[in-house]
């Protein structure tokens, strides 16, 4: 199995580097932010309430994370036509990583790396500011974008320290031409991969 976390801020370009990895590696998507807004969009109560979070600019409660992210590895890991996972918008926080840690060894599996994209704070806010514009995200307006800037300093960079310590943690520069980011990612993975 290949287990990968893809990392960096809002407006990195995770979404779309995961697409392409999940194709180009045979990967499981398991994007937190995604299940958190097909619960919003059916109106459950969690996603009553985590609306109200995401709308702030801050992070859902751990225990309603984790208890997402179980839910979707034991349902995922029985799957034949995957050869592993990318996690997107997770970990968040370091209780976040330890729980990931102890999920994945319960399933007999552990993280390969963590894939960090690095892009300048002035190119993030352009970025998410054009997304508002072509997929109308209620988080993507200029107060939510200061304030998960902030909480992704605070809260969810200390992640990228907790994977560095287990020498896992790959950099990788976010600007530039799409298909040139993934390859710059693509040559990390086959590293690995050896
Ligand atoms: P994303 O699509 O990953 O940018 O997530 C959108 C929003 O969902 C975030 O700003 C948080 O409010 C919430 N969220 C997504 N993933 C997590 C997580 N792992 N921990 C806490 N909150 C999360």
């Known amino acids: 199995m290949l287990n990968l976390i893809l990392f960096g801020p809002p407006g990195a370009g995770k979404g779309t580097q995961s697409e392409k990895l999940i194709n180009g590696f045979q990967l499981a998507h398991l994007s937190t932010g995604n299940i958190l807004r097909a619960e919003v969009a059916a109106q459950t109560p969690l996603g009553v309430e985590a609306k109200k979070i995401m709308d702030a600019g801050k992070l859902v409660p751990d225990t309603i994370i984790i208890g997402m992210v179980e839910r979707r590895l034991r349902e995922d890991s029985k799957r034949s036509d995957i050869k592993g996972f990318i996690f997107d918008g997770f970990p968040r926080t370091v209780a976040q990583a330890e729980a990931l840690d102890k999920m994945l060894a319960e399933h007999e599996m552990s993280m390969d790396a963590m894939l960090m994209l690095d ?76």
Do not use: C, F, S, W
């Open 119 to 194: 892009v300048p704070e002035n190119e993030l806010v352009t970025r998410l500011l054009k997304r508002a514009e072509l997929q109308g995200r209620t988080d993507d307006n200029e107060a939510t974008i200061k304030q998960r800037l902030a909480t992704y300093k605070e809260e969810t960079l200390p992640v990228a320290a907790y994977y560095q310590q287990q020498n896992k943690l790959h950099t990788v520069e976010g600007v530039g031409e799409i298909q040139a980011i993934y390859e710059r990612l693509k040559g990390i993975v086959d590293g690995i991969k050896q």
